[in-house]
């Protein structure tokens, strides 16, 4: 009788993907592409939450979003951390601390597949093309509506047991006083991803809110990614990504 996966299991097969895409987006000679699309994705994300960034209350969490998930970082070294201290992840810390881990792990590995797929058409595809409209094309080529569905949802409940967490207030202590066990250890990337998350989402309140509007406003661009009017995609796309230059 077969067992479902532990924790420790699914994380290190989510990164194990990820290192097999980094090393094929170098191989294939996609890497730049693959920085460009997701230095366009960060400015887009930039514009569309503009207002959370500038709220005392949903900054914090709004930025470990942007950083922590979507930045335009080499998350090589955090992702060796992870890999390497799975297990003990899972027995050291509660189950909700190890299914966060796990979130993180398939966000990741989910955006990496997307992306490189985007950068596979992206390159196939005119140079000379205003950046937006090479992106729609890009993205309908890919066409991955399942995933991208999948994506935002494994995002919200990233999000509600983040908040859960954050109301554990041993939880939180026992954190504060790993840093440097976990500088020593060569843990400090991964430090500072839990530290971060706990402190956006300590500040928050009640997430939902916050949640639903990203809910909203992602799948407001998912669908009109795949189904505007390239034209008009392009133009509302190049739209907003003025505003975050």
């Known amino acids: 009788m077969s067992q479902n996966p532990s924790a ?34 960060a400015h887009r994300f930039r514009a569309t939450y503009s207002d959370f960034l500038q709220h005392v209350r949903y900054a914090p969490a709004t930025r470990f979003f942007l950083d922590e998930l979507y930045g335009v970082h080499d998350f090589v070294e955090r992702d060796a951390q992870f890999s390497r201290i799975a297990g003990a992840l899972e027995r050291l810390f509660p189950e909700a601390v190890a299914q966060l881990a796990v979130d993180l792990a398939e966000t990741h590995a989910l955006t990496e597949v997307l992306d490189q797929r985007l950068a ?55 954190l504060r006083m790993m840093r440097n066990p976990a ?55 190049s739209h907003e990504l003025a505003r975050s230059a």
């Open 8 to 41: 420790a299991d699914l994380i290190r097969t989510h990164l194990a993907r990820v290192e097999q895409l980094r090393q094929q987006a170098h191989a294939e000679g996609w890497q730049l592409a693959v920085d460009e699309i997701k230095r366009l994705q």
């Open 120 to 174: 596979t058409h992206w390159v196939s595809l005119d140079a000379s093309l205003p950046p937006a409209t090479r992106y729609i094309m890009s993205w309908r080529l890919t066409d991955s509506r399942a995933s991208r569905e999948r994506q935002l949802s494994v995002i919200q409940h990233m999000g509600l047991e983040l908040q859960r967490l954050t109301r554990m207030k041993s939880l939180r202590l026992g």
């Open 183 to 237: 500088r020593l250890a060569g843990l400090d990337a991964l430090q500072h991803f839990l530290e971060s998350g706990f402190d956006a989402f300590s500040s928050l309140g009640d997430a939902r809110p916050f949640l639903d509007a990203i809910n909203e406003r992602e799948s407001r661009w998912v669908s009109a990614l795949f189904e505007q009017p390239l034209d008009a995609c392009s133009a509302a796309l």
